[in-house]
């Protein structure tokens, strides 16, 4: 069912009011009077009306002043002028400012009648107009928004692709260690394709833990629970780990910490970060060359900072080096073992505190990948979308 329409007659005169209500009430609409401008937008502004008969000639504020401010309230509203012989001059102009008609005095009860039904549908095709145009806008949003889950669900499909691909390899290689054992052909290799077929294993122990890590990061729901941690420690700790490494290799590997820089994080991720940069340093550099990861504090953000003389990366790989299992030429190269995984991890672990992760690098002469990170964990809410961080009052301070 309709609803009924609701009409406000504004007018200092009393017959003019009560024969709009007496006029219009028979067809089933609402009427409402005021006797003044002010009083007429006082109900304005405390009820819904479809349409307002506004007199221009008012002692107090004029209709034509009345008029925009009846704009300001509801901008869709119906206002027909009633004007007398003497200001249809007037009344003209308070149509170039938005009234919808005017009907002059006297008028009859069909003539108010007409202008009146006239402006409701008026009201009813631009209300319908309206609803229409949002309808069109939301279901643009629509589309726009299926394209781009279509988007997300072809790159989920391709990384599905990628991942049973990069499994494969090295579980192929372990049966074909196997098989070799089981039908007798190993001979004298057998100690060796053991060896192999477990060397293999680690490596897919490894990459199912790093992307076990990487969907864990990207799961933007979980809470991070962060409390202030020692990033110079963490540092020290997993430079600890990864020295006899590096100095297996014959690097020079060194630490460098100003300050003693904390900040509101999972210590979890300010170690793998840590973890990852270092021993990409220590993988991509020769004997004989230098890895220096740096730490200092610049306003409220940490920076820290991995250094190294190796292979460096070409300058067209560089955008590439944070996609998910991508690896350089130089990288496969070295037949050191990787994933592909680490820096896109190192990228996640950064964009959940509202860090920057940067890249300088010349091939030939090695890399530098600096990252920053802003100390309070609030600031890294923006980039959560939707995950949240935070702070442990406990372990705060
Ligand atoms: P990986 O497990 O292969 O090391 P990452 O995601 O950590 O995977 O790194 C991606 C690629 O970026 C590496 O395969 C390598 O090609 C390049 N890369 C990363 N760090 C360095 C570095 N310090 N020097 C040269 N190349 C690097």
């Keep these: 069912m309709e609803e009924e329409a609701s009409i406000l007659v504004i007018d200092d005169e009393r017959g003019i009011r009560e024969g709009c209500r007496r006029g219009l009430t028979p067809l089933g609409y609402r009427v409402e009077v005021a006797d003044t401008a002010a009083k007429g937008l006082r109900k304005l502004r405390e009820d819904s009306f479809d349409l307002v008969l506004l007199d221009l000639m008012m002692p107090g504020m004029s209709g034509m002043e009345a008029l925009g401010r009846i704009q300001e309230i509801d901008a869709d509203i119906v206002v027909v002028i009633i004007t007398g012989y003497a200001t249809v001059e007037a009344a003209v102009k308070t149509i170039k400012k938005g009234a919808y008609d005017f009907i002059s005095k006297p008028f009859t009860a069909d003539d108010l009648i007409l202008v009146?039904?006239?402006?409701?549908?008026?009201?009813?095709?631009?209300?319908?107009?309206?609803?229409?145009?949002?309808?069109?806008?939301?279901?643009?949003?629509?589309?726009?928004?299926?394209?781009?889950?279509?988007?997300?669900?072809?790159?989920?499909?391709?990384?599905?692709?990628?991942?049973?691909?990069?499994?494969?390899?090295?579980?192929?290689?372990i049966q074909g260690y196997l098989g070799l054992i089981l039908d007798g052909y190993a001979d004298d290799d057998e100690q060796e394709m053991i060896e192999n077929a477990h060397r293999r294993c680690g490596e897919l122990l490894d990459m199912i833990h790093d992307l076990l890590l990487l969907a864990h990061m990207k799961e933007k729901t979980t809470e991070v629970k962060t409390r202030a941690v020692s990033v110079a420690q963490v540092l020290e700790e997993t430079a600890g780990l990864l020295r006899t490494q590096a100095e297996q290799k014959g690097l020079t590997f060194e630490v460098e910490v100003a300050g003693q820089p904390e900040m509101l994080a999972d210590e979890e991720h300010l170690r793998q970060l840590w973890t990852n940069l270092i021993s990409n340093g220590i993988k991509y550099t020769p004997r004989g060359g230098r890895v220096v990861a740096s730490l200092h504090q610049r306003d409220s953000q940490i920076v820290g900072s991995v250094s190294d003389t190796g292979v460096g990366i070409a300058a067209d790989d560089i955008p590439r080096i944070f996609d998910e299992f991508y690896r350089t030429a130089k990288a496969k190269e070295m037949e050191e073992h990787g994933t592909g995984l680490g820096l896109p991890i190192v990228r996640e672990i950064v964009e959940t505190y509202g860090g920057t992760i940067d890249v300088e690098s010349e091939p030939g002469q090695g890399s530098t990948f600096t990252f920053t990170l802003p100390q309070s964990a609030e600031s890294g809410k923006e980039t959560l979308q939707g995950g949240k961080v935070v702070g442990n009052s406990e372990g705060a301070g």
Excluded at 136 to 151: D, G, I, N, Q
């Design 116 to 173: 009146v039904n006239q402006g409701l549908e008026h009201r009813r095709l631009s209300l319908e107009t309206k609803r229409l145009q949002t309808i069109e806008e939301e279901a643009k949003e629509l589309a726009r928004a299926k394209v781009e889950l279509e988007k997300l669900d072809a790159m989920k499909s391709r990384f599905m692709l990628t991942v049973a691909h990069e499994l494969r390899a090295p579980i192929a290689a």
